[in-house]
């Protein structure tokens, strides 16, 4: 089962792998290049460099000379690479979601590029999950260390998404529309990978390019420069599901629909993981049928002033090996529950998320780990590594919020 597992998620990750969206999703018919002098590409995120990628390949050799393309993107250390004409700059460390000084000299950059840009030029911007650290100038009269310590207040008081964003687009230059008001140029399109249920664009790296007020079509509007803004997105947390409900109906089972509803806490994601983990089990046992429950989203946590180690990922597996043994008395053979961040990154550690097993809970019972008290403290990560509970997968380049597993075999 866990080689199964790994199979499902390794296929949602490589479903939303930048490079391949775009060339699936942006044509040279988007860029409309006919009447474009030069083109800036700008943009952060974890999954930016990839596009960057994307859109070097889209252009080719000549298009990249004559529109005489030039850009920078700002990503977490470890998605960096080497793309023609367009810098893909390391501006933060792997597994710290805060913006940096580094973040903030290239966000400052990015802002001079594109207002240097006139009527026939190009602007093209890649947002993707994880830009709302990788992107950042704070406005005047406010540190760079007042913004970090206001966002950090609200994360740890389990702030949803939009909450911290909200708090964002008010501190900064860029944010809220900040990057597109500056842009010069006639035209900027702004690529999207979203990591936000439900895509709001307002949301998704708190909306460096929307209006201040919704507009129809979404995300099409004019700036009071005259720059036309549109907004194409390239695939989300839906494109990950689908591909690992995919591989799971290739593996044998039988896929339950999953529901993504609004942001929940850990707590109440993973006791719904384990209602359903034992649902899905008493089923399989009935018919003999093996079953697969897939779903997105991503949880919030609230942090105790006196906290461990651990992510939301990590945090929601270990709720429901909770209330899975409160419901079961002990962990039933043939039942796999796993959640895991696409970026490859859950809270400050080096885990992508966990995974919970027959094997994974014998060993918490042989250690004689204290869940409960990993629970209060959020200290998931030592528990979880003693029990051979996380997964590992490194920076994955891309980024659509997190994928939850459930396998019953009879």
């Given at each position: ?242 591909a690992a409900a ?13 529901v993504v509803g ?16 034992v649902a899905l ?130």
């Open positions: 089962m866990r080689t199964a597992a790994e199979a499902i998620w390794s296929a949602a990750i490589s479903a939303v792998l930048p490079e391949r969206l775009v060339a699936r999703r942006v044509s040279l018919d988007d860029l409309s290049l006919a009447a474009v002098d030069r083109i800036a590409v700008v943009g952060a995120g974890k999954a930016a460099g990839g596009m960057a990628a994307g859109i070097a390949e889209l252009l080719g050799a000549e298009g990249l000379a004559r529109h005489r393309v030039s850009g920078l993107v700002s990503v977490p250390v470890g998605c960096g690479r080497s793309v023609a004409g367009i810098e893909v700059r390391e501006t933060r460390p792997a597994g710290a979601n805060l913006p940096t000084p580094a973040v903030v000299q290239a966000t400052q950059e990015m802002l001079a590029a594109v207002s240097a840009l006139g009527p026939r030029d190009l602007a093209i911007a890649l947002i993707t999950g994880g830009g709302s650290a990788l992107l950042a100038a704070p406005q005047a009269g406010v540190s760079l260390a007042e913004k970090i310590a206001i966002t950090q207040r609200l994360s740890a008081a389990g702030a949803d998404i939009a909450t911290l964003n909200a708090a964002r687009r008010k501190l900064s230059l860029v944010k809220g529309g900040g990057l597109a008001r500056a842009c010069a140029a006639g035209r900027l399109l702004v690529v999207v990978l979203s990591d936000v249920i439900g895509d709001d664009l307002d949301v998704i790296a708190s909306g460096p390019c929307m209006p201040p007020a919704p507009t129809l079509p979404a995300g099409a509007w004019t700036t009071p420069a005259g720059c036309a803004v549109r907004h194409v997105i390239v695939g989300d947390n839906a494109t990950a599901v689908e995919a591989a799971a109906r290739q593996a044998g089972y039988e896929v339950v629909p999953g609004p942001e929940l806490s850990a707590e109440a994601t993973g006791r719904q993981l384990a209602a359903a983990a089990l008493a089923a399989t046992r009935r018919d003999g049928q093996p079953r697969a429950l897939i779903a997105g989203g991503e949880a919030t946590v609230t942090v105790p002033a006196d906290h461990g180690v651990g992510g939301r990922n990590q945090q929601t597996v270990l709720v429901a090996i909770d209330a899975v043994l409160a419901t079961t008395g002990a962990w039933p053979e043939g039942l796999l529950v796993a959640s895991i961040g696409t970026d490859g990154e859950d809270g400050p550690t080096d885990a992508a998320g966990a995974v919970a097993d027959a094997a994974v809970v014998a060993a918490i019972g042989a250690h004689r780990l204290d869940v409960g008290r990993a629970l209060a403290r959020c200290d998931a990560y030592p528990l979880l590594q003693v029990a051979g509970g996380l997964i590992r997968t490194g920076p994955t380049g891309t980024n659509v919020a997190d994928v939850r597993i459930v396998l019953a075999q009879p």
